[in-house]
T-cell receptor, first 112, second 116 residues
Framework: ETGVTQSPTHLIKTRGQQVTLRCSSQSGHNTVSWYQQALGQGPQFIFQYYREEENGRGNFPPRFSGLQFPNYSSELNVNALELDDSALYLC???????????FGPGTRLTVL | AQSVTQLDSHVSVSEGTPVLLRCNYS??????LFWYVQHPNKGLQLLLKYTSAATLVKGINGFEAEFKKSETSFHLTKPSAHMSDAAEYFC??????????????FGAGTRLAVHP
C-alpha cells in the first residue's frame, strides 16, 4: 500500500452531469498528479498540482479542472460529462524533488 | 520527446519458467525509467526504477530490469514466474517540462498470463 487514498471507489453518472473525485496524498508528499486510464490503455496525464497551483497539464479540455488544498489533498472535477470520460482515474503523489510517483487505487467512473 | 514502446501486448508463460517483458524507450536526455504493475481492478504498484546509478535494477517480487543505452531498451525479467505475477505491466518514462513539472509517460502495457 502506498498511503495514497482515493474516493469514491466507483461512481456512475449520466452524460452532462458534473463529478468530483478526491485524493489524499501520501504523508510528506506535496505534489499530486491525476491520470485517466481508459479501458485497455495505459494511463494518460491530466494535470499536476504543486503547492496548491496547477503547474502542468496534459491534452485534456478545460472542463477537467482541479484543486489542491493546504494539506496537499486534491480534487479532480469534470464538467459536462461525456461517454468517453468513462475510465479509471488515478491519483499519484510525490515529493517535489523526486520523480517517483506513488499511485492510489483509483476511482472507476462510468458515464451512461 | 520522451516515449516508450512495449513490444508485446500479451505474454503467456508457464509457472516456474522465465518471464521477459520488452520495452524500448526514446529520450533526448538520460531518462528515469520505471516498471509498474497493475493487478485486476487495482491501482498501479511500483516494481522498480532506473536512475543511472546502476544498469541492472532489482525490484520487488524477484523482478529486475536492465538498462541498455546502446539498444535504448529496458526489459523486465524474472527467473521463475508465479501465478500471482499475472497482471498488466507498464513501462514508463519520466518526462521533465519547463516550469518544473514532470509527468509519467506510459507504454500501452503488456498483459502477462501465467499458466499452471
Amino acid at each position: 500500500e502506498t498511503g495514497v487514498t482515493q474516493s469514491p471507489t466507483h461512481l456512475i453518472k449520466t452524460r452532462g452531469q458534473q463529478v468530483t473525485l478526491r485524493c489524499s496524498s501520501q504523508s510528506g508528499h506535496n505534489t499530486v498528479s491525476w491520470y485517466q486510464q481508459a479501458l485497455g490503455q495505459g494511463p494518460q496525464f491530466i494535470f499536476q498540482y504543486y503547492r496548491e497551483e496547477e503547474n502542468g497539464r496534459g491534452n485534456f479540455p478545460p472542463r477537467f479542472s482541479g484543486l489542491q488544498f493546504p494539506n496537499y489533498s486534491s480534487e479532480l472535477n469534470v464538467n459536462a460529462l461525456e461517454l468517453d470520460d468513462s475510465a479509471l482515474y488515478l491519483c499519484a503523489s510525490r515529493t517535489g524533488g523526486q520523480d517517483t510517483q506513488y499511485f492510489g487505487p483509483g476511482t472507476r467512473l462510468t458515464v451512461l | 520527446a520522451q516515449s516508450v514502446t512495449q513490444l508485446d501486448s500479451h505474454v503467456s508463460v508457464s509457472e516456474g519458467t522465465p518471464v521477459l517483458l520488452r520495452c524500448n524507450y526514446s529520450s533526448s536526455y538520460s531518462p528515469s525509467l520505471f516498471w509498474y504493475v497493475q493487478h485486476p481492478n487495482k491501482g498501479l504498484q511500483l516494481l522498480l526504477k532506473y536512475t543511472s546509478a546502476a544498469t541492472l535494477v532489482k525490484g520487488i517480487n524477484g523482478f529486475e530490469a536492465e538498462f541498455k543505452k546502446s539498444e535504448t531498451s529496458f526489459h523486465l525479467t524474472k527467473p521463475s514466474a508465479h501465478m500471482s505475477d499475472a497482471a498488466e505491466y507498464f513501462c514508463v518514462v519520466s518526462a521533465l517540462f519547463s516550469g518544473g513539472y514532470n509527468k509519467l509517460i506510459f507504454g500501452a502495457g503488456t498483459r502477462l498470463a501465467v499458466h499452471p
